[in-house]
């Protein structure tokens, strides 16, 4: 699949049988947390791989080493730019050089399968063929830049609750057409260098050990790359006999010493050691880590601006879903005053929860961004209204200082077991994570020391949050001395939502509190993690007189521009939603300051669908997702039309819970079954839809603009013969009063079929980017295995199938007719 000559895959395969066998063994279990082995001898240096998809933190979570924070993935999607995520993925390959990483773990493309999946900001679309090109442009992105991309997780892995050991139960036909259709453009168009094998089973059989690794993955598509497992994925030296070649993270697992017995007494093949061992020298090869191979890729493109990226996708992916008068964008000369509200508009969640996440040198939040994109003589208040984060918060970098230092942040001392300094470093955040890499050598304590200033005066609620043996001191007064224990079963959940102790203190505006936290060690654990958080936790003793002061802005205000979202306890990895509400009184927030001035401007700062049963109530909303590092600025300059929202809906948005076909995703004696085949997203409502049932509150591909366009009548041909792409033309025209983009969008539809189809299904789409009065005639290709179903193989099925252009999947569409010979 790669684009190495013959010769260097021969001398490859000498190489590998020049290794022993014990070498062999050991190159296939990582060397450490996030790295390969290396064996100098052979010129071979390690490969290191980091998290991804949407920043690239390298082999630490150091605040110290920042990285860039690209919008979450769904946002990444609203664009519909194939072009956006190529060049995503580019940046993250810089990124990637930057940090001396070389295998970036992204782009996550499971699908959105239910609303209440936990990971869903992490992938990309409920639909298969949205989230395949747009995951081949990330890849070819990433591996543009001489840096192996990972699609994953590799099958079917729809769901958090129970996710090491849950069963998904899918029929082939939505395995084929659905699940593995995501991955296969990554695979056989952009020849993704890795894959990522998932902890759950398929059809009965863990990820790692079942035969899907090996068709379509490795026959039918070719691959050739190293597939890698999710972190302790690796269950079993059976893992050996599929096509899993490296077992994450090392240097212990389940490989080692048991797979090289299971070699030495016939269970496990040398060829099948042997064809790992290739698939491992190739990529270390193709990324540059071995000596005497030419990397795979010499010319690097030229560089992008990381932070601009950033900010463009946020822009393009914002979706506009309601403008009622042409509210916005609002008109910047009328404004003497506005209303900024909201607890995430000044704690913006810029990212998802769990391995995703990553420490931007900076995050621009919406009232940020407000106030620097209004003139001065505007004024712009800010009320919370309605508090959404629930425990500690990390403390605001401004207000820190670190004693030690006399600077801005922390100071850190890791201790001995006699409790003589071992070594200090000076830290600017509060939550601090080491996984893996950071912490000295016979460190038996750290102890972390800082100044924290309150902003206002009142009681203050502080804290620590980790898992252990913990003291704290504020202003040299001990307030817990004892264990915090950890009571989830979430990996993960340790690092990023700790157990938490807080404490009550009283302070004037200003005033700085000491606090002094030792955190004891526990003994060495299979993947070696500490985190420690100090933080505030926000306590609203009346949501009312909140709520009330918002009002009261409002009603001041030219207009209203209030911020709403999830927290890091309802979007995040490990765990799936229970609903799809807004956590706390934000709903009844939005209500009482729309009836107080009608306009309202609604900013949606969530990974996922929620429930927005206040839409008919406000001026406007604007989907923001979570917007990475620029979404404030992003935010502001959609707000006052410096730039367009261009977002469409890369997945469905109920009106109701109770409304949603496919819900699920909690096993039911260990499994998970995928009943309703091929009909998930879009598909799943059509079919409610056909029997009378609800319909969602917003369409997938459904959003809105700042002007207005025509779409002309479409041409494409009257036949094509089966196996073949059909071209459709779309004549375009810009009729509104200023420079746009639109997206047009293809699906197909087949009445009167012999086989079980979805009502229609995107077979295609493409933007156009227009001024006023401006004409364009869109190309957008079918390809032919969007009229195929599979039934033990690819078929088609002859006969007459409806090419439907529209703007979203329920639009007052435009239909052709082909006939498929």
């Not at 934000?586 to 927005?612: D, H, I, K, Y």
């Not at 059509?686 to 029997?691: E, F, G």
């Not at 295609?764 to 193989?793: K, M, Q």
Request: charged letters at 20%; aromatic letters at 6%.
């Amino acid at each position: 699949m790669g684009t190495e000559s013959n010769d260097s895959d021969i001398r490859i395969l000498e190489l590998a049988r020049s290794l022993s066998l014990q070498q062999q063994v050991r190159l296939l279990t990582g060397a450490d947390v996030w790295s390969t082995q290396a064996i100098p001898e052979i010129g071979l240096k390690r490969v290191v791989l980091s998290d991804g998809p949407s920043g690239v933190r390298g082999e630490d979570f150091d605040e110290r080493h920042d990285s860039i924070s690209l919008p979450s993935s769904s946002a990444l999607s609203a664009t519909w730019s194939v072009d956006l995520a190529r060049r995503s993925g580019q940046v993250l390959g810089q990124e990637a050089r930057r940090k001396g990483v070389h295998a970036v773990l992204g782009p996550t493309i499971n699908l959105h399968r239910s609303p209440l999946g936990g990971r869903h900001f992490e992938c990309m679309s409920e639909d298969p063929r949205l989230t395949a090109v747009m995951a081949a442009g990330y890849v070819a992105g990433v591996q543009s830049m001489g840096v192996g991309a990972t699609p994953k997780h590799y099958l079917a892995n729809e769901a958090e609750t129970e996710r090491f050991t849950a069963d998904s139960v899918v029929d082939e036909r939505p395995l084929r057409e659905l699940y593995l259709a995501a991955f296969e453009d990554a695979v056989v168009e952009a020849r993704a260098w890795l894959v990522m094998s998932s902890y759950n089973s398929i059809n009965g059989t863990t990820a790692s050990e079942n035969k899907l690794l090996e068709t379509p993955l490795s026959t039918e598509w070719g691959f050739d790359g190293v597939v890698v497992s999710d972190w302790t994925g690796v269950r079993s030296v059976e893992a050996a006999n599929a096509h899993q070649d490296l077992e994450m993270p090392g240097p212990v697992g389940h490989w080692g010493d048991k797979l090289l017995a299971a070699v030495e007494d016939g269970r496990v093949s040398r060829e099948k050691i042997l064809e790992k061992v290739v698939r491992i020298l190739r990529l270390a090869a193709r990324v540059g880590s071995l000596d005497g191979f030419g990397p795979a890729v010499s010319e690097l493109p030229a560089r992008l601006d990381g932070a601009a990226l950033a900010r463009e996708i946020a822009i393009r992916g914002s979706v506009l879903v309601r403008n009622e008068g042409g509210l916005l964008p609002l008109n910047v000369k009328s404004l003497d005053r506005v209303a900024v509200i909201g607890h995430n508009a000044d704690e913006a969640r810029i990212q998802g929860g769990g391995s995703a996440t990553v420490m931007p040198k900076y995050a621009v939040s919406p009232l940020e961004g407000v106030r620097k994109v209004l003139p001065d003589n505007i004024s712009v208040t800010y009320t919370r209204g309605a508090k959404v984060a629930e425990g500690l918060q990390p403390f605001a970098r401004t207000a820190l200082h670190n004693p030690v230092s006399n600077a801005p942040g922390l100071r850190v001392t890791f201790l001995d077991a006699d409790g003589a300094v071992l070594s200090g470093e000076d830290r600017l955040a509060s939550h601090l994570i080491w996984f893996g890499v950071g912490i000295p050598e016979g460190t038996a304590a750290i102890r972390m020391e800082t100044e924290w200033i309150a902003q206002t005066a009142g009681i203050q609620h502080l804290g620590v949050g980790t898992v252990g043996n913990v003291r704290l001191a504020l202003d040299g007064d001990e307030v817990f001395n004892g264990e915090l224990i950890d009571n989830t079963d979430v990996l993960g959940a340790a690092l990023f939502d700790p157990p938490q102790t807080v404490h009550s203190i009283e302070t004037t505006s200003g005033q700085r509190i000491r606090i002094d936290a030792t955190y004891q060690l526990p003994p060495e654990q299979v993947i070696p993690f500490t985190a420690i958080l100090l933080g505030a936790e926000t306590i609203v003793a009346d949501p009312e007189t909140e709520i009330a002061a918002a009002v009261a802005a409002a009603r001041k205000s030219d207009v209203a521009v209030v911020v709403v979202g999830t927290s890091a306890s309802i979007e995040s990895e490990g765990f799936d939603r229970k609903d799809l509400n807004l956590p706390g009184s934000q709903n009844r927030l939005v209500e009482a300051v729309a009836a107080a001035n009608p306009r309202t401007v609604v900013v949606v700062n969530a990974g996922s669908p929620v429930l927005m049963p206040w839409i008919d109530k406000v001026g406007a909303v604007l989907l923001g997702w979570f917007g990475g590092q620029e979404f404030g600025m992003a935010i502001a300059d959609i707000l006052i039309g410096t730039e367009e929202p261009g977002g469409r809906l890369p997945t469905t948005w109920p009106a109701a819970l109770e409304d949603v076909p496919v819900l699920n995703t909690t096993p039911v004696d260990g499994k998970v079954k995928y009943s309703e085949g091929i009909h998930i997203g879009y598909r799943a409502w059509l079919k409610q839809q056909a029997s009378g049932g609800a319909a969602p509150a917003l369409p997938f591909g459904f959003g809105l603009g700042y002007t207005t366009f025509d779409l002309g009548r479409p041409h494409a041909p009257l036949s094509v013969q089966a196996g073949r792409d059909v071209i459709v033309h779309v004549p375009v025209k810009n009729t509104g009063g200023r420079t746009g983009r639109e997206t047009i969008q293809v699906y197909l539809a087949r009445r009167d079929s012999t086989i079980e189809r979805p009502v229609r299904w995107l077979a295609g789409f493409n933007t156009t980017h227009l001024a006023p009065g401006g004409t364009d005639s869109v190309e957008v290709r079918i390809p032919a295995r969007a009229f195929a179903h599979y039934d033990d193989g690819w078929k088609f099925e002859p006969g007459a199938y409806q090419i439907m252009v529209g703007r979203h999947s329920a639009d007052d569409f435009q239909v052709l007719e082909v006939a498929l010979l």
